[in-house]
């Protein structure tokens, strides 16, 4: 696997490089042909946090993970652990999609068959034309991450959801 390392606000140094490779490599157990595959990671620094985000784009999927911890080692640590649980957690799915998959090792990969993911609750609801602010303060009232919304200027459906950074995000149809 090759590796892309770059720090925004941040240099870095050499055992910190060192560390992320290291770290990076136990991924190669789970891939084939892992000399193509470009593991790309982006350190930064918020506040006081150190922010590890690690994407591998592969052919049919992107691994990606992000942490944010006090320390670069625990936020490395844990963004890898976050990578191999998607592996894991995606054996059974992958192989079934994708009967030739070229891109895995999976007879390597643990699965957690309890923990598969499927759909546990469905439900459906009305979607009232209102504004953004209208949405936000009716996602609060419920406490819930995000809400569902007719824009009453637009006519569009939209979603408005609670950013980790701060402030609030909207996706919109087409």
Same mark, same amino acid.
């Given at each position: 696997m090759r590796f892309n390392i770059r720090g925004d606000?941040?240099?870095?140094?050499?055992s910190m490089k060192e560390y992320l490779e290291e770290?990076?490599?136990?991924l190669n157990k789970y891939l084939k042909d892992n000399?193509? +595959?470009?593991?790309?990671? *982006?350190? $930064? @620094? !918020?506040?006081?946090?150190?922010?590890?985000?690690?994407?591998?784009?592969?052919?049919?999927?992107?691994? $990606?993970?992000?942490?944010?911890?006090?320390? %670069?080692?625990?936020?490395? &640590? /844990?963004?890898?652990?976050?990578?191999?649980?998607?592996? !894991?957690?995606?054996?059974? $799915?992958?192989?079934?999609?994708?009967?030739?998959? /070229?891109? %895995?090792?999976?007879?390597? @990969?643990?699965? &957690?068959?309890?923990?598969? &993911?499927? =759909?546990?609750? !469905? /439900?459906? +609801?009305? =979607?009232?034309?209102?504004?953004?602010?209208?949405?936000?303060?009716?996602?609060?009232?419920?406490?819930?991450? %995000?809400?569902?919304? *007719?824009?009453?200027?637009?006519?569009?459906?939209?979603?408005?959801? $609670? !950013?980790?950074?701060?402030?609030?995000?909207?996706?919109?149809?087409?």
């Amino acid at each position: 696997m090759r590796f892309n390392i770059r720090g925004d606000k941040l240099k870095i140094t050499d055992s910190m490089k060192e560390y992320l490779e290291e770290k990076l490599s136990k991924l190669n157990k789970y891939l084939k042909d892992n000399d193509s +595959i470009q593991a790309n990671a *982006l350190v $930064r @620094v !918020r506040n006081k946090k150190q922010i590890v985000e690690i994407t591998i784009p592969l052919k049919t999927i992107i691994l $990606r993970s992000e942490e944010e911890q006090d320390d %670069f080692y625990k936020a490395v &640590d /844990k963004t890898i652990d976050k990578l191999e649980r998607q592996i !894991r957690k995606n054996k059974t $799915r992958l192989s079934k999609h994708n009967k030739s998959n /070229k891109e %895995f090792i999976i007879e390597d @990969v643990e699965t &957690d068959v309890e923990k598969e &993911d499927k =759909v546990v609750k !469905r /439900k459906k +609801i009305g =979607v009232k034309p209102m504004s953004e602010e209208e949405a936000i303060l009716q996602m609060e009232l419920l406490g819930h991450e %995000f809400y569902m919304y *007719l824009d009453s200027d637009t006519n569009k459906y939209c979603v408005i959801y $609670r !950013r980790q950074e701060g402030g609030y995000g909207v996706l919109e149809t087409n």
